[in-house]
């Protein structure tokens, strides 16, 4: 089985990091959805997640 987090829309306090810490310590799948947020609110996001992560990493909204 493999675990898959979903993100909530809203705003979580430390959620990057809390994500960045599961995918760091699983082989989770990250679906990140956070709708009405534009392309550099979601780098930020992505900044706290190693890049080496990323292709675990599905942006919904956003297929650039």
Known sequence: MRLVIITPPNEVAREPRVVSHILQQSSATLHLRKPG???????????????CLHHRIMVHDHPH
């Open 37 to 51: 947020r534009g392309p550099e609110e979601l780098a930020g996001y992505l900044r706290h997640i190693p890049a």
